[in-house]
């Protein structure tokens, strides 16, 4: 009787460890699968700050800068207004962009994106009453948009170089899919908001509501923590420039995907900063319409980051390739149509792709990138790499010139823009052609 009953109590016991272990199990599967979905980046938890913070500042930024556009367009009709905006804000980011990531490299990463964000703050919120007393010339937006430049110049590439701090190697490419997406998918609803906004309360409120994004950022940022060692303090800056540059020169990896880049922002996405033109102009629609379109290229570049955020794109030279190439074909066709056929839903389906082949181009380019710059180059390069960014403004500034050329040339009234965007469609159809024909470093190193 003794030993049945000491028998029965083994058995439960057992029973019980194994339930337990059944248990431990299933609980063990579902934490790996919640992680198998969430995008791998995600597994930081100052990641994760960062992105939240990031997603308010870029939304703010986007939202901005539809509304300096349009505030520009308002009062001052001409295609060069918009592309003189497009110089003014690239050139001091140009200019200044490499100092910044020499900053980036040596000081505190965190502290410089708190203080830029804090100027931008200030910055907008005085765009927005200068606007609001009625004060506001177009001239007076080219001072406020160098300003811009300027501290962009400092904060980019702190950011594209502190988000690596917060994450493991492994989690790189998830990471540059996410911080994309902050991006593009801003590009979604930022424009929208931006167009519905000014369309029911006017500009200064939108204005204002992007300086609580920006507020936003700082909070986010300061409850992030990483371990960072000391930085090296002693040296010139200026040879630190020139260090970033000759390893770019004499990494021949970096200076086709760089110079790739610049060629593409230049001759391909300066249609960015046509579109309030090309919408207004062309199209015939408001602020909301505008809006719209702008969203359509978010939501085509949000499509991509989505995809691959869990482990990026494994055929990073096709993705370069191959992006750039329908990217081209793209705006070839969205110039075409928007003139031919002014046809609101035809342009929107066009711009939709070009922002969605774009976004898969940017995710190779920057993902090569960032998995192969040393550690301590990493500012410096990555902020000539955001020269991309203000080179898409200077483009502006050619396509808006050589449209103006093209209208008073032919005596058509707005002809000349959908031809200077058709035309760097085409140039970058053949550039991709020929870098994916002719380039040994993509071949090689990728």
Not at 335 to 347: G, K, M, N, P, W
Request: net charge positive.
């Amino acid at each position: 009787m003794y030993f049945t009953c000491t028998l029965f109590v083994i058995n439960v016991e057992s029973i019980q460890l194994i339930c337990h272990r059944i248990l431990n199990i299933n609980k063990n599967n579902q934490e790996k699968n919640r992680q198998s979905i969430l995008p791998k980046a995600f597994e930081s938890k100052n990641y994760f700050l960062y992105f939240l913070g990031s997603l308010a500042s870029v939304n703010g930024f986007q939202i901005f800068m539809f509304t300096e556009s349009w505030i520009t367009h308002e009062l001052n009709e001409s295609p060069e207004a918009l592309g003189l905006l497009g110089l003014f804000t690239a050139l001091p980011t140009i200019i200044l962009n490499l100092f910044g990531g020499a900053l980036a490299d040596r000081f505190n990463k965190k502290l410089l994106i708190t203080v830029c964000q804090i100027f931008t703050f200030f910055g907008v919120g005085l765009f927005a009453f200068l606007y609001q007393i009625d004060f506001m010339k177009y001239w007076h937006i080219y001072i406020f948009a160098a300003a811009g430049g300027a501290i962009n110049a400092f904060e980019l590439p702190a950011r594209m170089s502190y988000y690596p701090l917060l994450i493991n190697k492994d989690a790189m490419p998830s990471a540059v899919a996410m911080n994309s997406m902050t991006w593009q998918g801003t590009r979604v609803i930022a424009p929208a908001i931006a167009g519905l906004l000014i369309a029911l309360f006017g500009g200064t409120t939108t204005l204002l509501i992007c300086c609580v994004c920006f507020l936003l950022m700082i909070f986010f940022l300061n409850l992030t923590h990483v371990d960072i060692s000391k930085l090296q303090q002693k040296g010139n800056p200026l040879q630190d420039i020139i260090d970033g540059l000759l390893f770019i020169y004499k990494n021949k990896l970096f200076l086709t995907i760089i110079g790739y880049s610049f060629f593409i922002g230049f001759f391909g996405w300066v249609y960015l900063t046509m579109m309030p033109y090309m919408a207004v102009q062309v199209l015939k629609v408001d602020s909301s319409g505008t809006g719209i379109l702008m969203t359509s290229a978010g939501m085509g570049a949000v499509i991509p980051t989505v995809i691959f955020a869990r482990a990026g794109i494994n055929d990073r030279r096709m993705g370069i390739s191959a992006g750039s190439f329908f990217s081209g074909i793209s705006i070839l066709l969205f110039a075409f149509t928007a003139y031919q056929f002014q046809s609101f839903y035809i342009t929107m389906f066009f711009v939709f792709l070009i922002g969605l082949f774009s976004s898969v181009y940017m995710l190779s380019a920057i993902s090569t990138i960032q998995l192969n710059v040393p550690d301590q180059l990493r500012g410096r390069i990555m902020g000539i790499y955001t020269i991309t960014y203000s080179i898409i403004s200077l483009g502006g500034l050619y396509s808006g010139l050589v449209g103006g050329f093209l209208d008073r040339l032919l005596a058509t009234d707005h002809i000349g823009v959908p031809i200077s965007i058709g035309l760097g469609g085409i140039i970058v159809i053949i550039g991709s052609i020929c870098i994916y024909l002719f380039n040994e470093s993509l071949k090689k190193e990728i």
